[in-house]
Protein backbone atom coordinates (compact mmCIF):
# COMPACT_ATOMS: atom_id res chain seq x y z
CA UNK A 1 0.00 0.00 0.00
CA UNK A 2 1.57 3.19 -0.95
CA UNK A 3 1.34 6.48 1.12
CA UNK A 4 0.06 9.69 -0.40
CA UNK A 5 2.67 12.67 -0.63
CA UNK A 6 1.33 16.00 0.57
CA UNK A 7 2.82 17.94 -2.14
CA UNK A 8 2.61 21.43 -0.35
CA UNK A 9 5.66 19.86 1.99
CA UNK A 10 7.30 18.25 -1.01
CA UNK A 11 7.08 21.72 -2.97
CA UNK A 12 8.93 23.74 0.32
CA UNK A 13 11.15 20.76 0.30
CA UNK A 14 11.72 21.15 -3.27
CA UNK A 15 12.14 24.94 -2.84
CA UNK A 16 14.79 24.87 -0.03
CA UNK A 17 17.33 22.16 -1.68
CA UNK A 18 17.44 24.62 -4.85
CA UNK A 19 18.36 27.65 -2.95
CA UNK A 20 20.67 25.55 -1.08
CA UNK A 21 22.09 23.86 -4.42
CA UNK A 22 21.84 26.78 -7.35
CA UNK A 23 23.18 24.62 -9.84
CA UNK A 24 22.22 21.08 -10.18
CA UNK A 25 22.71 17.92 -12.55
CA UNK A 26 20.08 16.06 -13.87
CA UNK A 27 19.79 12.29 -14.07
CA UNK A 28 16.93 10.75 -15.73
CA UNK A 29 15.11 7.75 -16.16
CA UNK A 30 17.16 6.58 -19.24
CA UNK A 31 20.44 8.24 -17.80
CA UNK A 32 22.64 11.39 -17.16
CA UNK A 33 21.27 14.25 -19.45
CA UNK A 34 24.13 14.94 -21.41
CA UNK A 35 27.37 13.82 -20.13
CA UNK A 36 27.43 13.17 -16.24
CA UNK A 37 28.14 16.30 -14.13
CA UNK A 38 28.61 18.13 -17.56
CA UNK A 39 24.60 20.28 -17.65
CA UNK A 40 24.32 22.53 -15.05
CA UNK A 41 20.26 23.29 -14.40
CA UNK A 42 18.67 26.02 -12.05
CA UNK A 43 14.92 26.05 -10.68
CA UNK A 44 12.87 28.75 -12.34
CA UNK A 45 9.18 27.47 -11.45
CA UNK A 46 7.51 25.46 -9.21
CA UNK A 47 4.06 24.48 -8.72
CA UNK A 48 1.26 21.29 -7.63
CA UNK A 49 -1.88 20.37 -8.63
CA UNK A 50 -3.97 17.89 -6.65
CA UNK A 51 -2.23 14.72 -8.46
CA UNK A 52 -0.25 16.75 -10.01
CA UNK A 53 3.91 18.71 -9.41
CA UNK A 54 5.38 20.88 -12.32
CA UNK A 55 8.90 21.76 -12.51
CA UNK A 56 10.28 24.04 -14.52
CA UNK A 57 14.19 24.25 -15.55
CA UNK A 58 15.88 27.47 -17.21
CA UNK A 59 17.79 24.87 -19.65
CA UNK A 60 16.21 21.48 -19.81
CA UNK A 61 12.11 22.22 -20.02
CA UNK A 62 9.38 21.86 -18.00
CA UNK A 63 8.72 17.97 -15.78
CA UNK A 64 5.08 16.92 -15.06
CA UNK A 65 4.86 14.42 -12.45
CA UNK A 66 1.22 12.75 -12.41
CA UNK A 67 0.38 10.97 -9.09
CA UNK A 68 4.19 11.16 -7.87
CA UNK A 69 4.18 8.62 -4.64
CA UNK A 70 8.07 8.64 -4.18
CA UNK A 71 10.14 11.56 -3.09
CA UNK A 72 14.03 11.57 -1.52
CA UNK A 73 16.27 13.37 -0.57
CA UNK A 74 19.57 11.61 0.41
CA UNK A 75 22.90 13.52 1.38
CA UNK A 76 26.51 11.97 1.23
CA UNK A 77 29.74 13.01 1.84
CA UNK A 78 30.30 14.40 -1.55
CA UNK A 79 27.10 15.02 -3.10
CA UNK A 80 23.49 15.49 -2.26
CA UNK A 81 20.59 13.88 -3.98
CA UNK A 82 16.61 14.78 -4.77
CA UNK A 83 14.77 11.70 -6.02
CA UNK A 84 11.67 11.30 -7.55
CA UNK A 85 10.15 7.63 -8.28
CA UNK A 86 7.06 6.00 -8.35
CA UNK A 87 4.69 8.07 -11.02
CA UNK A 88 2.20 7.12 -13.03
CA UNK A 89 3.85 9.25 -15.60
CA UNK A 90 6.75 12.08 -15.86
CA UNK A 91 6.04 14.52 -18.96
CA UNK A 92 9.27 16.44 -20.11
CA UNK A 93 8.59 18.69 -22.48
CA UNK A 94 11.64 21.29 -23.86
CA UNK A 95 11.59 23.35 -26.84
CA UNK A 96 12.36 20.56 -29.59
CA UNK A 97 11.39 17.19 -27.88
CA UNK A 98 8.73 15.72 -25.46
CA UNK A 99 9.75 12.70 -23.74
CA UNK A 100 7.08 10.73 -21.31
CA UNK A 101 8.53 8.31 -18.82
CA UNK A 102 6.20 5.60 -17.06
CA UNK A 103 8.86 4.79 -14.87
CA UNK A 104 12.43 4.84 -12.94
CA UNK A 105 13.50 7.85 -11.49
CA UNK A 106 14.28 11.51 -11.70
CA UNK A 107 17.47 12.71 -10.51
CA UNK A 108 18.90 16.27 -9.61
CA UNK A 109 22.20 16.25 -8.00
CA UNK A 110 24.73 18.69 -6.25
CA UNK A 111 28.02 18.96 -5.06
CA UNK A 112 27.92 19.37 -1.05
CA UNK A 113 29.43 22.74 0.33
Not at 13 to 39: C, H, K, Q, S, V
Not at 42 to 64: C, M, N, T, V, Y
Amino acid sequence: MSTELNLEKVVVEIRDWFEENEATWLMLPTGWDGRPYDNIHRLQFLAHRPSKLLLELDQHGLFIFTDLKGFQRTDTKSETVLRFFDFSQCIVVGDTYHKVYKEGSVQFLAPKR
